[in-house]
């Protein structure tokens, strides 16, 4: 395959197809867009680099890819202001990234953003809250509804419960207001 010729896995690419007209009789062609996924992260860490500098903030950046998942953990003179009240600011930069990829190469990109290691903490919050609260449901017997979270949080619960004995999670609503439901399995 082209792949192979390029020396590169599905893995280590992007690409999304387009029909254009082309030649004398104007025939409709298909092309392919092909995209290295490490000259997306380069792009991704070009944007943010002009982005925090716009922001009046020194940004370092550390990267790495693995399974086409684009992980960038920035480091600031004030990590506050990247994050953001409850990571919002991280949260918005995190959505306008994704889009100007999108518009760019035709693909959202997998990406995760983090400050230093803000996420992580939260992800452990999030865990150890989601279990916490199942621990309480399956005493109970009632279902507890979490408050509104996106698709990577979301995922992250349900994987948490995922082998619980005694409750399972449903994810409920229409985006952005989308959350989980942990209910008490029937014994």
Do not use: C, W
Not at 43 to 71: A, C, N, Y
Not at 89 to 114: F, M, R, S, W
């Amino acid at each position: 395959s082209s792949l192979e010729e390029l020396n590169l896995t599905e893995n280590d690419v992007m690409y999304y197809f387009s029909k254009e007209k082309a030649g004398l009789l104007k025939k409709e062609v298909i092309k392919l867009h092909l995209f290295e996924v490490k000259d997306v992260a380069e792009f991704i860490k070009d944007f943010l680099t002009q982005t925090t500098k716009d922001m009046g903030l020194d940004v370092q950046f550390e990267s790495s890819i693995r399974d086409k998942q684009i992980s960038i953990k920035m480091y600031s003179d004030n990590n506050s202001i990247l994050i953001g009240h409850e990571g919002k600011t991280l949260k918005a930069l995190t959505t306008i990234i994704k889009q100007v990829v999108y518009n760019k190469v035709g693909e959202y990109p997998y990406l995760l953003l983090d400050v230093e290691n803000y996420k992580a903490k939260q992800e452990k919050y999030l865990i150890r809250l989601a279990k916490n609260i199942a621990k309480e449901v399956g005493h109970t017997k009632v279902e507890v509804e979490l408050e509104d979270m996106n698709s990577y949080e979301r995922r992250m619960i349900h994987n948490a419960l995922t082998d619980n004995k005694y409750v399972y999670t449903e994810s409920t609503g229409v985006e952005p207001h989308r959350h989980i439901v942990i209910k008490p399995k029937e014994q």
